[in-house]
């Protein structure tokens, strides 16, 4: 579903610490019942992550219902239904959590933009999207009935009969008079802790930046792609960069690359990368650029600039070679499909392909 014209740009961190609340305010002790609670978490792993939550929840609910794309549906507790998504079912793309009852309602409605941000620690952290959120009972009671209308041919009798019978209590009773005071209290804050924790997020980048070598680690890029993350969500470019290796270079440099060559490697791969990106080393020769959220266009613009880049540097310094294969994919596969780009690089140096591109 496209996102509403009060949405927002806001980071997976800010949504995260939202949803959280949503689901707090959920288990809290009230007699305000009956209540309904339904999320759309795209995938499987971001739902596994809340799974003994959401499983409180239904325990409390009259009704719970959670959807997600995922090709191995769990098994659901007592209590709450699955919706499952088709990955191009526009709610695929939709992180929302709505909890409502007649005297109470919160709701959470985010729309993936498959960007992240500049100053993201991580990659899953900084996944931008257009987002709301309200604690006014009949903003949830809205969204509550477009879901009901979006999902009714997909949900069991049982849970047909208690979402309806919820929404139509809430209809009964009128919202409290109070909420906008409520609803305004928390928009300052989460948009203050927003605020500072990018702020937070860029200061903490531009000491990383100053102290690391442009190159990171296996285990860097480990805790930058890693944690919970789930494929099918955000695209990202790879392009393996492959340059000959020492006794392949001009007599000249003989054999005394090492770090004069990297260093003149890095100074080239580098001019491609933006804040969000990363690069890596595969092997001795192979080199691996990370670029979240490039399309495949500018993917390959990409690899053309870093071969044209090598080449020009190469008539400047003996240590370097413009000879360079470039494999570039964009993939949406977690963890990233590294043996197989890897392999497609052997093929490219062994067909003289300068760049080649490869299907997720």
Known sequence: MPAPENAKLLTKSTLVTVSHAIERAALAAAEDGPMLVIALFQRMPYFARERDVYDR????????????????????????????????????????????????????????????????????????????????????????????????????????????????????LPAGTGESRGDALVQLLVERTERNRDELARLRRRIAVADRSPLAGPEEIGRWSGGVTASGTLPVSLLAVRVPAAHQLPEQAGRRTGAL???????????????????????????????PARSAAESVEAAHQLRAGLAEAATQNAFLSGDAHVVVMTTRRRPFPTERIASALDWAERERVPVATMDD
Request: charge should be negative.
């Open 57 to 172: 929840i239904a325990g409390a609910a009259a009704v719970t219902v959670v959807g997600l794309v995922t090709d191995e549906a769990p098994e659901p507790s007592a209590g709450w239904h699955l919706i499952p998504l088709d990955e191009d079912d526009p709610y695929a793309r939709e992180w929302t959590v709505v909890v409502l009852t007649p005297r109470f309602g919160a709701v959470l409605e985010a729309h993936d933009r498959e960007q992240v941000s500049e100053a993201a620690a991580t990659l899953e952290s900084g996944r931008l999207f257009d987002g709301w959120w309200s604690l006014r009972r009949d903003d949830a009671l809205h969204k509550a009935i477009e879901l009901e209308a979006a999902f009714t041919d997909r949900l069991t009798p049982d849970a047909r009969t208690a979402l309806a019978g919820v929404l139509d209590r809430v209809r009964e």
């Open 261 to 291: 060559r990297d260093e003149g490697l890095l100074k080239v791969l580098t001019t491609v990368l933006r804040d969000a990106d990363r690069i890596t080393r595969l092997a001795e020769n192979d080199f691996l650029l990370i670029l």
